[in-house]
């Protein structure tokens, strides 16, 4: 995602593996996974449908297997950024943050919008917006996040950056952190999981204290504790992974159970039941268990992931290097591959009961665009400077 790669992150145990500041590929895979699972989450939508059929009961798998993406990429920014004050001042990090993400976020809005606009009939629900198509429609759809929906990411990126300079200070004292993690874990997360139980009339209200109800400040702050205040183990990341595996079977059937009939049985209409989309939300315990436990096994894998061969170490590099424009771009492709397949039913149909299909033909095709893009803007920066020195010499 838009966070550096250098990923020079200072660790508590940066003594006893400090190839971990030289370049964490446990990082690289990690955004990759996630990148991976958002793709999923968005070519199964189906989910929030009424209807519980076989496609359903496939796309449930998925917002399950993948819903530990956004918290993940939330704590890889945290663990990358809250100790900026290490290596530069605020104006610098402030400045940086503009370059890598900001304005990726206007530019992209603005392709986004232009292909919307320009080509309508290629694109589900773009004819309202080519009807507005103009400057002022643009600004204010850009204010409102109406241009492509997945960008909110981007919008609360941005908010976070603005918190980063005060929680630097907070980050840095080990005892407060864990209380403010505490304090953040009871009301944004146990909570508002007893309260989907038995609804405690007031509570969620009486407890609404937005610095430590926002889940993305919480898994932000959580990435950099993660990283820098626990130590990796193997005991520890057996642990993880069986929290893992727990804690997504235990959300698999608390979010089937929340959305079904109590008979499992394909075909079920629930018109008047909109999906509870609780146990498939970055809010509740299981969502929290997953992240941490997927983030830290991961983690875990440096040193094994330090003796892969180099060409391995170099691709899982340049896969992760892509995914902040496949992030940027594969909702427009979601939404053009649709209208595609609308003409071609028995695929539609295979992909639909096998979104797994679907997921890799949007990462793979966004990410060889994306690739292709950054490969031709390096070579077109590099013969700038190149002729930029040549002249300096005459």
């Known amino acids: 995602m838009p966070e550096e790669q250098s990923q020079d992150v200072a660790m508590v145990s940066q003594e006893k593996m400090p190839a971990y500041r030289k370049k964490l590929l446990s990082y690289s895979v990690l955004n990759s996974l996630a990148c991976f699972a958002v793709v999923m989450l968005h070519v199964t939508l189906v989910y929030f449908s009424p209807v519980r059929d076989e496609v359903w009961y496939a796309s449930l798998f998925w917002q399950v297997l993948g819903k530990f993406s956004v918290p993940v990429f939330f704590m890889l920014s945290g663990a990358n ?220 894998s440096e040193p094994m992931l330090q003796k892969l061969p180099s060409w391995l170490q170099s691709l899982i590099n340049q896969i992760a290097a892509v995914t902040f424009g496949i992030y940027l771009f594969h909702y427009p492709a979601i939404n053009w591959l649709g209208t595609k397949l609308g003409t071609h039913p028995h695929m539609s149909l295979l992909m639909s009961t096998h979104p797994i299909i679907k997921g890799f033909l949007i990462f793979g095709m966004v990410g060889v665009f994306v690739w292709c893009y950054q490969t031709i803007f390096n070579l077109l920066r590099k013969m700038f400077c190149t002729s930029q020195k040549s002249k300096t010499r005459n």
């Open 81 to 300: 950024l809250l100790g900026y004050r290490k290596k530069y001042s605020t104006k610098q990090f402030l400045t940086k943050r503009v370059k890598r993400v900001v304005i990726p976020l206007i530019v992209s809005s603005i392709i986004a919008y232009l292909v919307y606009g320009l080509f309508p009939t290629h694109f589900y629900g773009a004819q309202e917006l080519a009807d507005n198509f103009g400057i002022q429609d643009f600004i204010r759809r850009f204010c409102m996040n109406e241009i492509c929906d997945v960008y909110w990411f981007l919008y609360s990126l941005i908010y976070l950056y603005v918190l980063t300079p005060l929680l630097a200070y907070l980050v840095d004292d080990e005892k407060l952190l864990k209380l403010f993690l505490l304090i953040s874990c009871v009301l944004g997360f146990v909570l508002p999981t007893i309260n989907w139980f038995h609804d405690f009339a007031g509570i969620s209200q009486l407890f609404s204290w937005p610095l430590f109800t926002d889940n993305w400040v919480f898994y932000y702050v959580l990435g950099y504790f993660v990283a820098n205040y626990i130590e990796p183990s193997k005991k520890g990341a057996l642990i993880a992974v069986a929290s893992l595996v727990t804690s997504l079977v235990a959300m698999y059937f608390m979010a089937r159970i929340a959305n079904t009939a109590t008979v499992f049985s394909a075909g079920l209409y629930f018109p008047d039941k909109p999906t509870d989309n609780f146990w498939t939300s970055p809010g509740n315990l299981l969502t929290v268990i997953q992240a941490i436990a997927l983030f830290y096994a991961v983690r875990c």
